[in-house]
């Protein structure tokens, strides 16, 4: 590709999306869906974030590899993510893992997602590709990180958290010199290794790459033909280039997107269910760490058309309100106090219903005098009358997922089988 004098590196670049995997960490929630396409917010999914800083950052084209039950991130993307126009030289394809290499070999490792599709990416006509992870939660602009790779003439730039130095010890960390350039990639050590000048703190690996793609291009194919490899970023990719070439650290600080609400960096993986129910439960605080209404820095997704919110009945015990509480489009508070809770789209509560810190998915339906606490309830679940969650600690973990923390998980077929156990 031509590089034009003074333009923004993301136009000569393209993201790169991993969005194959499960994610069993969030147990029952990734049974019918992979975990880049759980909801997250109130109405958007949890591969929005990655798709949506690419967009802001000007990047304009976009391959998404998916692989376990890739049926409801494949129409999330086609619903909302369709806009991109090809005369206008934008593209947004999906990859679903399609045994295109040979008939038994289904995406090996991170690496080979990529691999596999090498045809597909020559045929962008790009100088650099973003690697990026379609399973957390941020905002990031990847221009900053390109100029950065562009500038120190970087084989591989990765995005690095600054996090507590003894906290690194469940990430891979990179050994870094005074000038940024990666000399070890440690993963999950014991005693990881400070940043100089920071010795408190320590960089974990956000999984987010920078390559020149000709570079890459090469080292893909030499890593397809190694048995020993298991043709993955962070374990074969990485380790090769920081020992043989130049790898450098980007901090996720210097390009992190903030509004002037946003007082620190925001990166979550939210991949158990005590972390994805905290980080939708932290929405709801009266300044919250993530900013979802900076209009300078959007949440790209799929907007339904859907009425507004509507809250009705007005009695002592019946009355139809939300106090601290993120409420989505479609949703029908009937009679029924919210409080701490977070609703997605087409939700209803009806008389005398209580919820409390409660993240429920779109379509949920609470019926009467349920009461509810601490807990997420899975897209479509018919909550029975009277059903009491969140005060009895033995009676929950008979039924539904309880974690260590006392959230709990309910989904339709735990209701289908406490019904059938109950006559």
């Known amino acids: 590709m031509k590089q034009r004098p003074n333009a923004r590196l993301s136009s000569q670049a393209m993201a790169f999306v991993l969005a194959g995997g499960r994610g069993s960490r969030l147990k029952e929630l990734t049974d019918r869906r992979a975990k880049p396409a759980v909801y997250f917010g109130?109405?958007?999914?949890?591969?929005?974030?990655?798709l949506s800083n690419a967009l802001n950052s000007g990047i304009r084209k976009m391959a998404i590899a998916t692989q376990y039950k890739a049926h409801s991130l494949i129409r999330h993307m086609q619903r909302g993510w369709g806009f991109f126009r090809a005369e206008r030289n934008e593209y947004l394809d999906i990859l679903p893992a399609s045994q295109r290499v040979d008939e038994n070999k289904w995406y090996l490792g991170t690496a080979d997602a990529v691999t596999q599709n090498i045809d597909i990416v020559d045929d962008y006509d790009i100088e650099y590709v973003v690697i990026l992870a379609g399973d957390h939660i941020y905002k990031m602009d990847y221009e900053i990180m390109l100029r950065q790779h562009v500038d120190t003439k970087a084989d591989v730039t990765i995005g690095c958290l600054t996090v507590p130095r003894m906290e690194a010890v469940a990430f891979g960390v990179m050994h870094v010199d005074k000038d940024m350039r990666i000399t070890q990639f440690l993963e999950k050590p014991k005693d990881p290794p400070g940043i100089p000048g920071d010795p408190d703190h320590a960089l974990a690996s956000m999984g987010i790459y920078v390559f020149n793609w000709k570079f890459l291009r090469e080292l893909l194919i030499k890593d397809m033909d190694d048995p020993n490899s298991s043709h993955d970023f962070g374990?074969?990719?990485?380790?090769?280039?920081?020992?043989?070439?130049?790898?450098?650290?980007?901090?996720?600080?210097?390009?992190?997107?903030?509004?002037?609400?946003?007082?620190?960096?925001?990166?979550?993986?939210?991949?158990?269910?005590?972390?994805?129910?905290?980080?939708?439960?932290?929405?709801?605080?009266?300044?919250?760490?993530?900013?979802?209404?900076?209009?300078?820095?959007?949440?790209?997704?799929?907007?339904?058309?859907?009425?507004?919110?509507?809250?009705?009945?007005?009695?002592?015990?019946?009355?139809?309100?939300?106090?601290?509480?993120?409420?989505?489009?479609?949703?029908?508070?009937?009679?029924?106090?919210?409080?701490?809770?977070?609703?997605?789209?087409?939700?209803?509560?009806?008389?005398?219903?209580?919820?409390?810190?409660?993240?429920?998915?779109?379509?949920?339906?609470?019926?009467?005098?349920?009461?509810?606490?601490?807990?997420?309830?899975?897209?479509?679940?018919?909550?029975?009358?009277?059903?009491?969650?969140?005060?009895?600690?033995?009676?929950?973990?008979?039924?539904?997922?309880?974690?260590?923390?006392?959230?709990?998980?309910?989904?339709?077929?735990?209701?289908?089988?406490?019904?059938?156990?109950?006559?």
């Open 42 to 50: 109130g109405k958007t999914r949890i591969i929005d974030f990655a």
């Open 235 to 423: 374990n074969d990719i990485i380790p090769d280039i920081v020992k043989n070439g130049k790898a450098v650290a980007h901090k996720f600080a210097d390009s992190c997107v903030r509004s002037g609400l946003e007082k620190e960096p925001y990166w979550r993986d939210v991949g158990t269910v005590d972390a994805f129910w905290r980080a939708n439960i932290d929405l709801t605080d009266f300044v919250p760490e993530l900013d979802l209404y900076d209009n300078s820095w959007p949440i790209w997704t799929y907007s339904e058309s859907v009425p507004p919110a509507k809250f009705i009945h007005d009695e002592d015990g019946r009355r139809g309100s939300a106090v601290s509480s993120l409420v989505s489009g479609d949703c029908i508070v009937s009679g029924s106090s919210v409080a701490n809770s977070l609703l997605f789209t087409g939700v209803r509560t009806h008389s005398y219903a209580a919820l409390d810190h409660v993240v429920a998915l779109p379509y949920a339906d609470i019926a009467r005098s349920a009461r509810l606490k601490n807990c997420v309830i899975d897209r479509g679940v018919m909550i029975p009358a009277g059903l009491v969650v969140g005060e009895d600690a033995v009676e929950d973990a008979k039924w539904f997922r309880r974690t260590e923390t006392g959230i709990v998980l309910i989904t339709q077929d735990m209701l289908n089988a406490r019904a059938k156990a109950k006559g």
